[in-house]
Each structure stands twice: as C-alpha cells, then as structure tokens.
C-alpha cells in the first residue's frame, strides 16, 4: 500500500475551511463504530510473503498477508474480488479451505493462478531436467521478439536483453506441458525485476542508473553501477537469477503439502461485472481495492505486462486501464456516478485551482466508491447468513482535503443494507510535507483501516 504523493503546487486552506473541513470528517467518523488494530499492520502489508514458501514466487507489492485468514476467522468459504497475486486464495487452499478470487489484471490472476496448480511428479521432474539444461548452457541461441513496449530496450543491459530472450525462447519452443510452460514462465517473469536496469518505485518505475541523493536523483557513473548490480559477467547473473527462482520453487514444493491442499476459483475482469454472475454463498469476503491515489497497478506492472505477453500493443494495455477500478487517472472516468453527498461536500472544500481539481480528481472519486458500492451490494448479495465482508482501505487527500475512504465505504455499506460496520484503524498515513502544513490538526483522519460490514 502506498501513501499517496500529494501534489507540491496546491495552495493554502484557510482555517474556517479547515474548521468545515474537520467536523464534516468528525461527522463521518461519528456514524461509525472505531476500533484500534495495530495488531493487524504487519499483516495488511506484503512483507511477511517474502520469505514464505509459494507467496514468494513473485513479489506482488500490494498484497497483504494470509495470516488474516486465521487472524480475522474467515470460516471456509472466502471471496476476494480484488485478489491481486491470490494471497488469500493461496492462504485458503493451505489451510483446505475454498476461495474465489477475481482480478482485473491479467498478470495478477496469471500469478495467483501458477501458485495454485500443483505440479505432478513428473512436471516437477521436468522443471528439474530444465534448470539442468539451462545450467550446462544448452539452451536456444535463437531469440524471443523484444514486445513493442517502447522502453523496451531501456529495460535491460544488451548482454542480459540477449540472454532473457534466449532463455524465453527455449521455455516456448521445448516445452509442451502446459502446467510446466506456465511455472517456468512465471519464474522468468519474475526474475525480470532483478535481471533489469530498472526497479519499481511509487506508481511507476525508475532506472538504476539514477541514485537518490537529497534532492533529486544524480546519475550513477556508466559501467560502474552495472558492475555493482550484475557482477563481471552478465550473461551468468541473468541465468544464474532465472534458474535460482525455479530452484526456489521446487524447494518450496518440498516444503509444503500440496496434497492437502484444496482447489479454488480464479478468474480474471473487472470485480464489478464478474461479481454478479458469481452464485454461492461465502462466509466471508475479503479484499483491499485499489486505493484511491491515482496509483495505477498497470503503469508499475508494464514490464511484466509486456514482457510476459499480456499485452502486445497499446491498445490492450488501454482497454485494461479503461476496466480497473476508479481509483486513477487512465480507468475509465466518463462512466456516469452515482453522487454520494458527503464525499461532494468534502470535493466542495477542494480548492479549485489545484492540481486535483484540475486533473479530473472530484470525477475519479465519484467513479470510485460508485464502484464500491456496485461491489458492495454483490457481496451483501453472496455473503451467508452470519457472514462478514472485510476492506482493507486507505484513506487519501487532495488539494488539502482528507478523503476518509474507510468512513465513506462504511456509509456505503449501510446504504446497500448491511446493518453494522465497525473501521478498526490499523496504522496511521504519513502525510506528505506539503500538505502536512494545509492539513494542520487533522491528519489523524490519515489511516490505514479495515472496515468490517455485517
Ligand atoms: C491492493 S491490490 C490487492 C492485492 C491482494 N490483496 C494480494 O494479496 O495480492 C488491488 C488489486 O485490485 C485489482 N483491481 C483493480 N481494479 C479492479 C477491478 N475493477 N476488478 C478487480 N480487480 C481490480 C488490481 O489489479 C490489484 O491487483
């Protein structure tokens, strides 16, 4: 989860605005029953999934935990409308439980997806007779088509360029188990990051040639920097990372049951669309939306996207920003929105010559929790008797106005016919410095929480 990066050149906020500003806030807050959960900060986060055995198969930033399984009582059948890289499914399949999961990005729900099939005896002993091919240098000197991306070659040092494609190649072209194919593809996907001249930062990515100094960023001196990274020789710390991956993962297969493990349900679109063809009853729906920041997942995740062939043109990778949810710039804004008066009361705050304003930020913010109320009322519509749907949300702000998403999803929640909600703050948002002057005594209203409907 990211705090959102304020823009610098929005202007002061007089204070009987911010005297509106904090009892329409103080308001919001007073519907709603407030918990503190500080207990469950760690868990809302990815770190914990780094070391854990098939969680760590690709580093998905935005996941959170499956101990919130255990932690929150799911019960045995959970949906995750927002699965992301299928934390939770994988959570649930471990503990023999079912869940279904939905994501709008095709890379996601690829990830999610190799997590989950197990692999037989003999696959595993492909994958092995693979890694020993890649190790004794006898794969195709051919090489895969560089994608259309036009970064593309910006992205990797022409030594490792080579050697990816070439080991991309010899994963298309000798392989023809279909679970196989997938397993090793994911393990090349995720060894782009590391291979690369680049690495995420925020809501995109930045070149490793670039250092962050106090100020800006200043330029690392040429062959040095990639000495550092990739060592003397290249090409071996391309095949080197690529096959240490897939090592990792069959020594994960050794290290968990895969026999007691159950099946689930993942399926890749918009949360909003699938939701109303799903049928069942679930004990407990759990999931984090996108954040209301303007974070777009598929500007940061573009290089797996291209890389991987879930896009091959521009217009696909279009069509996929157009059908995430409201929560950025390049989702689909001209929808119409359902108007939610406490959130325009807040937008009426906004200073008008701000950046916000004037880069269509009030319509995003429509769009999104009319989102979230379509998603809302489908789970209302799934959940069993007894049930609970749990949010994990952060709140967000604009032109010196806080945007209290978790407040706001919990009247939402009361509208499409829960009958209690409870927001259990989990850990305070830093604000950033420009703003946190404008913001002056309410950036308590800054926080991570999860709202629980039921
Ligand atoms: C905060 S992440 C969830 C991460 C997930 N909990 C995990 O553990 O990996 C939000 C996810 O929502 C997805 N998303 C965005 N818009 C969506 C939509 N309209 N329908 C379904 N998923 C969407 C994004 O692709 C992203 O994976």
């Given at each position: ?21 904090e009892?329409m ?10 918990a503190?959960?500080?207990?469950l900060?760690s ?8 070391t ?8 998905y ?6 101990k ?16 992301g890289s ?13 869940s ?32 020993e ?9 051919e ?7 036009n ?14 494609m ?8 000798h ?5 196989v194919?997938?397993?090793?593809l994911?393990?090349?996907?995720s060894s ?22 106090p ?6 001196p040429e ?10 020789d290249q ?6 990372t690529?096959?240490?991956r897939?090592?990792?993962?069959l ?14 349900r ?9 939701l ?7 004990d ?13 997942y ?30 950025h710039?390049?989702?689909?804004l001209t929808?119409?929105s ?10 009426a ?10 880069t ?10 009319d ?31 806080i945007?209290p998403?978790?407040a ?14 409870r927001?259990?703050?989990?850990r305070?948002?830093?604000v950033a410095?420009q ?20």
């Open positions: 989860m990211f705090e959102r990066d304020q823009h610098a050149s929005d202007g002061p906020m007089t204070s009987t605005l911010l005297r509106t500003q009892s806030l103080r308001e919001l807050d007073s519907r709603v029953e407030f503190m959960r500080p207990d900060a868990l809302v986060h990815w770190k914990q999934n780094n854990a055995p098939v969680h760590r198969w690709y580093r930033r935005e996941g959170f935990s499956p919130l399984i255990d932690v929150l009582g799911l019960g045995d059948r959970i949906l995750d409308p927002f699965a299928g934390s939770v499914m994988v959570g649930a399949a471990e503990r023999g439980l079912s279904a999961g939905i994501d709008v990005n095709p890379l996601a729900t690829f990830v999610a997806g190799v997590k989950l099939a197990p692999l037989s005896r003999e696959q595993i002993a492909m994958v092995g007779a693979h890694i091919l890649i190790q004794s240098g006898r794969f195709a000197t090489e895969w088509p560089i994608p259309a991306l970064i593309a070659h910006k992205l990797f040092e022409p030594t490792i360029m080579t050697a990816m070439q080991l991309r190649r010899t994963i298309e072209d392989v023809d188990d279909d679970a194919h997938r397993y090793l994911l393990a090349w996907i782009l990051e590391s291979v690369g001249s680049y690495f995420k930062e925020g809501n995109g990515i930045k070149y490793r040639n670039m250092k962050r100094a100020i800006s960023y200043v330029r690392r062959g040095e920097w990639q000495r550092a990274r990739f060592g003397d090409r071996a710390f391309a095949v080197q690529y096959t240490r897939l090592q990792d993962m020594e994960d297969e050794g290290r968990i049951d895969r026999g007691a493990w159950s099946p689930q993942i399926e890749t679109g918009n949360a909003a669309e699938v109303p063809n799903l049928h069942g009853e679930m407990s729906i759990l999931f984090s939306p996108p954040y209301a920041n303007r974070f777009d598929f500007e940061a995740l573009k290089v797996e996207l291209w890389f991987g062939g879930f896009v091959s043109t521009y217009e696909e990778l279009r069509k996929l920003r157009k059908s995430s949810m409201r929560s710039l390049a989702s689909d929808q119409p359902a108007s939610l008066e406490e959130l325009s009361g807040l937008i705050l906004m200073d008008e010559s701000s950046y916000a304003m004037r269509r930020v009030p319509g995003l913010l429509a769009g999104y929790f989102d979230m109320r379509k998603v809302l009322e489908q789970c209302r519509r799934l959940l069993a008797r007894g049930g609970r749907v749990f949010v994990v949300v952060g709140n967000s702000a604009y032109a010196g106005v945007v998403s978790d706001l999803i919990a009247e939402i929640g009361r509208r499409v016919g829960f009958s209690n909600v927001v259990s703050v989990v305070p948002l830093a410095p703003q946190r002057l404008r913001l002056d005594g309410l950036s308590q209203y800054m926080r991570e929480s999860v709202v629980e409907l039921w």
